[in-house]
């Protein structure tokens, strides 16, 4: 019995290594193409990242939002200039950011004396696991268990 608490409806396949947009199992020989409902393992061993993550983790490895984060500051900069838009959200999940735009939703009607502005959102899509983000969308079979949640 696994003792991580079952929230996922979770395929019975385990990735060891990945190169590139390439995945490997462990008893796997031929890699499986990265792909699916999220990016997160493309570019696996980039050496640029790799050098670029173990350099900051030899500085340091995490401080907090009290703080000023001059790498963090560069990289709003960066995305700014690249947008166009004026401030950038840093967060950790999709359900942060998703918990953040319904947030900045509800504040820009709000702002135009709109009591409660209505969201539109996807039906049998999947935003997020709390509260908010569960009610934003019935989930489809296929993807993160919500009836256990
Ligand atoms: C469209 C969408 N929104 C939100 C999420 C939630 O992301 P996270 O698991 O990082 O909170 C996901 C994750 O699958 C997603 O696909």
Redesign the pocket.
């Known amino acids: 019995m696994s003792h991580v608490m079952n929230t996922y409806a979770r395929q019975p396949v385990a990735f060891v290594r990945g190169q590139g947009v390439w995945l490997w199992t462990r008893r796997q020989e031929v890699p499986r193409r990265a792909r699916g409902?999220?990016g997160e393992h493309a570019g696996a061993q980039h050496p640029r990242l790799v050098a670029a993550l173990s350099e900051q983790i030899r500085r340091v490895m995490h401080t907090s939002n009290l703080f000023q984060i001059p790498l963090q500051e560069a990289a709003a900069d960066r995305i700014a200039e690249i947008t166009g838009l004026d401030e950038v959200f840093f967060c950790?999940?999709?359900?942060?950011?998703?918990e953040a735009a319904i947030k900045v939703a509800r504040k820009y009607g709000h702002e135009r004396g709109i009591d409660e502005p209505a969201i539109i959102v996807m039906e049998k899509?999947?935003?997020?696991?709390s509260l908010a983000?569960l009610s934003a969308g019935a989930a489809a079979r296929s993807?993160?268990d919500s009836s256990r949640w």
């Open positions: 409902h999220r950790n999940s999709g359900l942060e950011a998703n899509a999947f935003h997020g696991r983000t993807r993160p």
